[in-house]
């Protein structure tokens, strides 16, 4: 009979590889969808900056629309003055508005709504015709030597009984209103100081043509 071969794992000098451990490396898991993402870091105040130099600029700009603005008016202004080197007259002509103003203007009483105070002379300044936005205005003053008293109560007779009056430190203002279309207003005063301490009368007479 025939030999069987041995059995290589039976054989008594033959013993099983001792156990090798397999080394792993940690792999972190990914987050899931629903996780928090933490928020990316703070950018620094470039932001800010930019606005407050928008702002600045914006400011620059409308405070040179407005030098350019009043630059063009007075432009203006200066091209409607004339002035007479002859006489002295001073005349401006606008649209809507004209005026003129000399030292020896000449007025009427029916110009200045009211009576001139008797033996009063014309002064240099304060003399004035004006038309604006469909009024007239025109403005006289005059020196007198009497007391601001007698000159107050002559205006106050000329006046009449509806006008009024108020007084302060040597000066008084009397006003008579006609109409709703007409008002005269006298200015009463006297300063040891100025015009040689005469006593000082301005009267304005203002009409208007409209609401007729």
């Known amino acids: 009979m025939a030999e069987l071969p041995e059995n290589p ?10 156990f090798q451990p397999v080394a792993s490396q940690y792999q972190p898991v990914p987050s899931s969808p629903g996780a928090a993402v933490p928020p990316p870091p703070a950018k620094s105040g470039g932001g800010a900056l930019k606005i407050i130099l928008i702002i600045v600029g914006i400011i620059a700009f409308f405070f040179l629309l407005l030098v350019a603005v009043l630059m063009y008016g007075c432009y203006k202004v200066r091209k409607a003055i004339h002035v007479n080197n002859s006489t002295g007259e001073t005349s401006l002509s606008v649209p809507g508005m004209s005026m003129s103003a000399d030292s020896g203007m000449k007025f009427t009483s029916s110009e200045l709504g009211t009576e001139i105070y008797p033996g009063a002379e014309p002064r240099k300044s304060g003399n004035m015709r004006m038309n604006i936005a469909g009024s007239s205005v025109v403005t006289a003053s005059f020196l007198t030597s ?9 205006y106050k007779d000329k006046l009449g009984s509806n006008a009024t009056s108020m007084e302060f ?44």
């Open 169 to 212: 430190g040597g000066t008084a203002i009397l006003t008579a209103k006609r109409s709703d279309q007409e008002q005269v207003t006298v200015t009463v005063s006297q300063q040891a100081n100025q015009s040689e301490g005469k006593t000082q009368i301005q009267i304005q007479h203002t009409t208007t043509t409209q609401g007729k």
């Open 146 to 154: 009497d007391s601001t008293d007698n000159v107050v109560a002559f």
């Open 9 to 18: 794992g039976t054989s008594g000098s033959h013993e099983p590889p001792p």
